[in-house]
Structures are given as C-alpha cells and as structure tokens.
C-alpha cells in the first residue's frame, strides 16, 4: 500500500525557535496533502490544505504566518511551525492524497511527529 | 461550517457487538470515513461510505444514510485489541478535505 513518511518523529525546542516538519509521499505522487494537529485527548483538527505548486489554504483560526506550509513538489510537503509556543505543543499528522486518476477517496497518513516546545 | 457529532466514549465486552453513531452536518458532502486510532498513533483507515446502505468487511460494518447526515461503525465479535478511539470524518468541497468529528473513546472488558 501507498506509505507516507514524517520527519521528524518526535522534536523537542525552546520556545521562540522554529520547527520543521516534512511529510514524505514515498510511492505515489501526491497532488494534495493536508495537515493536522491533535492535542491530547482530542480528535484531530485540520489545519490546511496543501496543494502542490500553489498557496495552501489555511482553516479558520489558523494562522498562516505562524504556520508555513510549503508544498514544493508531488512528494514533499512541509509545515514550518515559527516561533513556537508551549501551547503549540501538539502532535501533528499529515496525510496525502494521491493524483487525479485513482479513487478519489484514498488518502494515505502519515505516522505523526510529536512536537514539545520547553 | 461543518458539524460532526460522536460519543465521546462507549464501553463494551469482548466478544460482544457495539454500534458508534456519527451525525454530521456539512455542504458539499463526498463521503464518510471511519477510522481507528490507539494513543499514540495515526489513524488507520477502516472504511468509506459516499452511497447510502451498508458496507461490509468482515468484522466492522459501516452504514450511511446522506439524507439523515447519519452514519454508524458496527464491529461485531470485539476483542480486547478494538479498545482505541474511533473516529469519523466527512469529506467535502472541492479539495476533498476531510474534518474529523470528536472521536468515540472505545473501551472492551473482559
């Protein structure tokens, strides 16, 4: 089956730094890729739609200078969380979907990266 | 905006049958997913409804009902590994995003 990789798994930084988290299509190509964040307990909430070679969309409350999603080919997508807060403290899943021409359905998740921010 | 609508928890005994409702309101509705998710993890995909009626595979059953905006996960014959969250998402709009309800908190006892 289709496999989509996160990088990294788990990340631990100070608050004010920033993080970068990828999310790897390994055997597909992936038009669409979205984000993801959960708190503890919590089900997951989208955060934005990542479309390749075009501006993500963003949900709202999100805000879109704090979280930067760079969706720079058909199998990489990246969300770059800017000077990160405790409360970003999260567990952040991506998913992909692959091109147009399969079941419109499918969508492939990623295996999370755990973000601490001290 | 959407509405997606879950137990919180639920509680059931091995080798016993449970049913987890979802309502849902949306614009735009595509499809109805449900998946599985232990702490810790991912989701994993367990099935997909876009036409009314009831989706079998083996033992989770998923039904669908768009003019309700109601769906259910069956799992029959559960074993003490079901114990997760189950989650149900709707996809929708043009970009076919998916937005997950709160999740359902599933426990087995002996």
């Known amino acids: 089956g289709a496999v989509v990789s996160q990088h990294p798994s788990r990340v631990i930084c100070k608050s004010g730094t920033s993080v970068k988290i990828e999310c790897r299509s390994l055997?597909?190509?992936?038009?669409?890729m979205f984000w993801y964040r959960q708190f503890p307990k919590q089900s997951l909430m989208l955060m934005a739609t990542?479309?390749?070679?075009?501006?993500?969309?963003?949900e709202q409350g999100v805000e879109k200078d704090k979280f930067l999603i760079n969706h720079a080919s058909l199998t990489l997508s990246t969300l770059t969380v800017t000077s990160a807060h405790p409360e970003d403290s999260s567990f952040y899943i991506c998913?992909?979907?692959?091109?147009?021409?399969?079941?419109?359905?499918?969508?492939?998740f990623g295996p999370g990266t755990r973000l601490t921010v001290t | 905006g959407q509405n997606i609508d879950q137990p919180t928890e639920m509680t059931a005994t091995e080798g016993a049958i449970v049913q987890i409702n979802c309502t849902y309101q949306?614009?735009?509705?595509?499809?109805l997913f449900w998946y599985q998710q232990h702490a810790g993890e991912a989701p994993t995909f367990l099935s997909y409804?876009?036409?009314?009626g009831l989706e079998e595979k083996g033992r989770f059953s998923s039904f669908l009902s768009r003019s309700k905006g109601y769906s259910y996960l069956l799992l029959k014959e559960l074993q003490m590994k079901d114990s997760a969250s189950y989650l149900c998402?709707?996809?929708?709009?043009?970009?076919?995003?998916?937005?997950f309800g709160t999740g359902t908190k599933l426990q087995v006892i002996p």
């Open positions: 998913s992909a979907r692959p091109q147009p021409g399969t079941e419109i359905h499918e969508q492939y």
């Open positions: 055997d597909f190509q992936a038009t669409t």
């Open positions: 990542s479309n390749e070679g075009s501006k993500a969309t963003y």
């Open positions: 949306t614009s735009g509705f595509n499809g």
């Open positions: 409804n876009v036409l009314d």
């Open positions: 998402a709707v996809q929708s709009g043009g970009y076919q995003k998916v937005t």
